[in-house]
């Protein structure tokens, strides 16, 4: 089943599914956090685009992160700035109990805008080479921000209902799927506890505003970018003979790279091998000493991913080899950023349905979209604790008619890291996140006995 298909299955379910669920908490406390959402829906619609505005790519998010601070700071969180470079981590302490952890990313994109929103961004950045880029949040990054600001406050209006610890993370580069593990490696733990519960959300404009989705097994991919420096000899364009020609090298290695998934990986475990660019030389008439491709791995198994960059090394080796490439100029291997795939626990998701139909209703809870390619580095927050869970929910950004649209014509909206990529009515869709994310929390931090 290819993507387009899987998504319309989940669809598909989406029209299906009513009164699955039941109701698992306090009237009471629900009430209050739906009216605590519903109250901040005009301030968070205006952070939100304001962020939205005045976006920043990642581990230079210091104007957001500034913001997250100070109002994390006015509400009485003991704040701490700066882990990982921009990251921010909060801390409520409340009593005896678990220790919860909420994270939201707050990095945007080199995109260009292509909407018609009066508050698009236009915004240009040097980058460290001295080019120049558009920033865009075309990821949703800007609402994560918003609605974790937004159960911040309900989590400190309703501490008289819950016992525990409460983490909020304001994570940078995720986009880079660096910055979690660049928090870590900052010491975050020496400045939070290490939590019980991990929970992550992300907005997709396949479902839409209002609606939210949990759903068990693979949700998201591993990721590795690997960078392939590829090292010949340099020379006039007219005498190739005295060379060995890099441009050559580098063009036989992404062919070579083409039959690596189809010919090295199990069929039935999905992985994708990506050159997403390649940087050989620079003038007509010279043949330059080395390059440099950039390549993009995706796998959900550990052992998939050593099959992969095993060939990766293989092909190029052998292939710089064939080239005449001396000993001690073979090529290069740079690992750079990785993340590790999401799963949700069966349990876990069981548990969140009843809760989140409780304070959203259970016409608002979609099937969830299949596991797909995509990446997301907030497994990297916790994975050498073994006492961890984690729970991954996706939160609607989509028209309300995004489903019959595209049951009925097969069309789907521009989606993430598209220039057109759009949150519809976002005052919603920020808003259900906060009501979400809020009693997963407190349900979790709720005292026992």
Not at 215 to 243: E, I, K, N, Y
Not at 318 to 345: C, F, H, I, Q
Not at 442 to 448: A, H, Q, V, W
Request: overall charge negative; glycine content about 10%.
């Amino acid at each position: 089943m290819n993507l387009r298909s899987a998504i319309r299955a989940s669809l598909a379910a989406a029209v299906l599914l009513a009164g699955t669920a039941v109701h698992a908490a306090d009237t009471g406390l629900v009430e209050r956090v739906q009216q605590l959402a519903e109250a901040q829906s005009g301030d968070l619609e205006k952070t939100f685009k304001h962020l939205h505005a005045n976006p920043e790519l990642g581990f230079h998010e210091t104007e957001t992160a500034a913001m997250v601070a100070k109002r994390l700071n006015k509400l009485g969180y003991k704040v701490h700035t700066g882990i990982g470079g921009t990251g921010i981590a909060a801390v409520l302490e409340n009593g005896d109990g678990p220790v919860v952890m909420f994270r939201s990313d707050m990095d945007a994109l080199p995109v260009k805008e292509d909407t018609d929103l009066p508050y698009a961004s236009d915004k240009q950045v040097t980058l460290p080479d001295g080019s120049q880029t558009y920033v865009m949040h075309a990821c949703g990054h800007d609402s994560h921000v918003s609605w974790l600001l937004g159960i911040a406050k309900v989590m400190k209006e309703t501490r008289k209902d819950w016992s525990g610890t409460l983490v909020l993370v304001a994570q940078p580069a995720e986009e880079l799927i660096e910055g979690a593990q660049a928090m870590v490696d900052d010491g975050l733990y020496d400045k939070v506890p290490e939590p019980e519960l991990l929970i992550a959300a992300h907005v997709f404009p396949i479902w839409a505003s209002g609606t939210v989705a949990v759903r068990a097994g693979r949700r998201m991919a591993g990721s590795d970018a690997l960078d392939v420096t590829l090292h010949g000899v340099g020379g006039h364009g007219s005498s190739p003979q005295h060379t060995v020609d890099p441009v050559v090298l580098g063009a036989r290695s992404v062919m070579a790279y083409q039959t690596i998934v189809s010919r090295n990986v199990d069929p039935q475990q999905p992985a994708v091998l990506t050159v997403g660019s390649v940087q050989i030389g620079e003038a007509n008439n010279v043949i330059p000493d080395n390059g440099v491709l950039k390549l993009n791995l995706r796998w959900y198994e550990k052992p998939v991913r050593e099959q992969l960059i095993s060939a990766i090394k293989r092909e190029t080796n052998g292939l710089a080899k064939a080239a005449g490439v001396p000993e001690d100029r073979m090529p290069e291997y740079t690992m750079k950023g990785y993340a590790e795939p999401v799963y949700n626990d069966e349990a876990l998701v069981d548990w969140a349905k009843p809760v989140l139909a409780s304070v959203l209703g259970e016409k608002a809870l979609m099937p969830g979209f299949p596991p797909v390619m995509g990446s997301e580095d907030f497994p990297l927050l916790v994975s050498g604790l073994e006492n961890t869970k984690t729970l991954f929910m996706e939160v609607g950004g989509g028209a309300p008619d995004v489903t019959k649209v595209y049951m009925e014509t097969g069309k789907l909206p521009p989606l993430n890291h598209n220039p057109k990529f759009e949150i519809k009515n976002p005052a919603l869709a920020i808003t259900t996140a906060v009501k979400a994310g809020s009693m997963l929390l407190l349900d979790s931090l709720k005292p026992k006995g």
